[in-house]
């Protein structure tokens, strides 16, 4: 029925309807679905989700606060307060975070797309480099339309101080297009490449954001999920709030993400944050709560967990015991099967794998090679995201490992079918 929605989501409707844009739900369960779908694509860690869930049931009560609106509104009286006091301790803060900070919302992806509100008009643009979490595009992009700009880099050198020169290339190239950068991404702990940034580099990015006068947003929603591993090549996590700041770049324009989906393994509780000492983008952050605000319930169960600093404690480290384990059976599981991936990972949930000499050459319907990979895969049980992480060189695929070890086992297996 032509003119029954807007302009706007007429568009953003049909975007949405690009081909394997949305990852299926795994359905695989070793005793009641053994021949369910394995998914290795959905960034959850379903290693700690049982430990929370206990923690919740156990230690969560709710009060009137939580059902009224002076609850809830802004992250609620408490709920700042405990999560400045969770990052002061793992983000080793250079100026403490104070709760005055933290502007709480629903969900790190409201965060994205109110924080491209405020500070870029419609046309502008946010600039990363790649690979890179390919949704960023819905949650900058479907609402505020705001796009998102590539700074050509890839795996091997988008951690590296010269990634600045490649940011440099693409805010001139953007301009010769009549489009206006407003501000630098970076995802530390990175998604998709499970690897951190390099001190020095977060020095030169915040430089040349202080140069071109441009935001700098650190998503570092990933900060707890960081481990050991026996590769001696590994950059340990520096947050970028753990630096002196101060000749570096202004305090109005860095900004960071953080939020319970990832490090709590709880995305259901939709809680994320910002953290800026920005008082004009708080008022903004501020403008925009209204369609945003957290629940009050998800609230309580939040503050509880951040306000136990030892059993917040104890729970990280022992994510970070079952994530070094799960890297290592996968990563043992793949080097069996000869499958390359990205070497000096160490955090997040996830490997970056380099499927390229499978990629098909019949294509069976399929736009693009990797779709045609994926549909294989797909065929044998297992489903590996085509293309949305926006790799330079086809054939990378994020994999997603934190899940049971016999599904994973099961669903490298499905891969080697597939690809032999
Ligand atoms: C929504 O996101 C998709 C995917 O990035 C993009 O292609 C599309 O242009 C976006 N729509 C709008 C209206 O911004
Ligand atoms: C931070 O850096 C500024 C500028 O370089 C310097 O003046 C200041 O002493 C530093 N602060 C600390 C606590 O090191």
Redesign the pocket.
Known sequence: MAGLLSK?AT??VD??G?PW?FAPRGEYDPESNPSGLISFATAENALVTDEVVAFANKHTTLSPESLLYRGSTAGGPRFPAALAAHLNEYLAPHTPIAAASVQCVGAATAMHDVLAWAVADPGDAVLTSRPVY?RF??DF??KS?V??VYADSDAEDCFDEGVVDRFEEALWRARGEGVEVKMVLIVNPNNPLGKCYPRNTLIKIMQFCQKHQLHLLSDEIYACSVFTTDDPNTTPFTSILSLNTTALIDPDLLHVTYGLSKDFGAAGLRLGAIITRSRPVLAAVAAAMRFHNPSGASLAVGTAMLEDRPWCRAFIASSREKLAAAHAHVTRGLRDMGVRYLAGSNAGFFVWVDLSPYLPAALGGEANAEFALARKLMDAGVFLHPREEHSSTPGWFRLVYTQDARTVTEGLRRIRVAIS
């Open positions: 706007r568009e953003t975007a949405l690009v844009r390919g595009e819905l992009g479907n339309h796009r998102v």
